[in-house]
């Protein structure tokens, strides 16, 4: 039965779903009975790919694909109003669209700090901040952040990215303490290393060293991720909160 899925009747807001883990979250929402809007910034063609396939296996369902630059308010902005006139209602943000720009902080130039920041952390603003009154005077609804164990434990190489990650821990954990009192619960989940195009441009000696770290020898798949996420997303996960949840295979214990 329909209505008996975990995201049945949910409106959520997705961005940077076209590949990855946003692309897993929208996947399986979908599968879970939630009407999806998404949003892509790169690749067009892909992001309708994806909605034509998913629109196909899921009739009766919204999985709408549109333009969103978060590194920029306005743009964001223009998003959140398009994906709200999309959605009968909205209940759920899963603020994922992230980049990386590694090097070393001795080496690391002004342009590559202020990407990683604008659109990892800034995101965090310009996506939120549109979509959070509706939440409020519903009464109800989740906002899930994707942070990363880079911002949990901190990895060379990644001091931009380390410390946008954290920066989206603790805008979760205060968000989470403003609005938990209007039903709304603020998530963050961690990735460790997902098998996406992000962790495809590590150099595959620093792969396979990386995974000598991790317990089970391997990276984790977007699935991995996406499957919290929508349980997040869910009523099941009411009255968990304000907290950052690892994914990473058990990385750093
Ligand atoms: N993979 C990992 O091991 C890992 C680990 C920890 C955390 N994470 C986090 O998980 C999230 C998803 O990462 P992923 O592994 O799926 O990476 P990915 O495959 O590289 O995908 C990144 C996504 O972010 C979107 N994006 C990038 N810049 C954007 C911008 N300025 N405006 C709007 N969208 C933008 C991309 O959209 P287009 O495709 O349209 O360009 C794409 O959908 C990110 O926040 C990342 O930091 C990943």
């Not at 979509?131 to 060379?156: E, F, T, W």
């Not at 968000?175 to 495809?200: F, H, Q, S, W, Y």
């Not at 060293?209 to 990276?219: E, M, Q, R, T, Y």
Request: aromatic share 6%; with cysteine; net charge neutral.
């Amino acid at each position: 039965m329909a209505d008996d899925l975990p995201l049945a009747g949910r409106g959520c807001i997705v961005t940077g779903g076209s590949r990855g883990i946003g692309a897993a979250v929208v996947r399986l929402a979908l599968a879970q009975g939630a009407d999806v809007v998404f949003g892509y910034h790169s690749d067009e063609k892909r992001a309708r790919a994806l909605a034509e396939e998913l629109s196909a296996a899921h009739p009766g369902r919204a999985c709408v694909p549109l333009y969103a630059q978060v590194a920029d308010a306005g743009e964001a902005g223009r998003f959140a109003t398009a994906a709200l006139g999309h959605l009968d209602r909205f209940d759920v943000l899963v603020n994922n669209a992230g980049v990386t720009r590694d090097t070393l902080f001795a080496r690391m130039g002004p342009q590559q700090w202020h990407e990683v920041i604008a659109t990892n952390l800034d995101s965090m603003y310009t996506v939120t901040k549109p979509l959070l009154m509706p939440l409020v005077k519903q009464r109800g609804g989740a906002i899930i952040n994707i942070s990363s164990s880079s911002g949990l434990h901190g990895i060379p190489g990644q001091t931009a990215y380390s410390a946008a990650k954290a920066g989206v821990i603790g805008f979760t954990k205060a968000l989470a303490k403003e609005i938990g009192a209007r039903g709304v619960t603020v998530n963050a989940v961690a990735p460790g290393l997902i098998a996406t195009d992000m962790t495809a441009a590590i150099p595959q000696d620093k792969a396979e060293f990386l995974k000598s770290l991790i317990p089970g020898h391997a990276f984790g798949s977007p699935e991995d991720v996406a499957h919290l996420v929508c349980f997040l997303a869910s009523d099941r996960a009411r009255y968990i909160t304000g907290q950052a949840i690892e994914v990473s295979g058990g990385l750093v214990v």
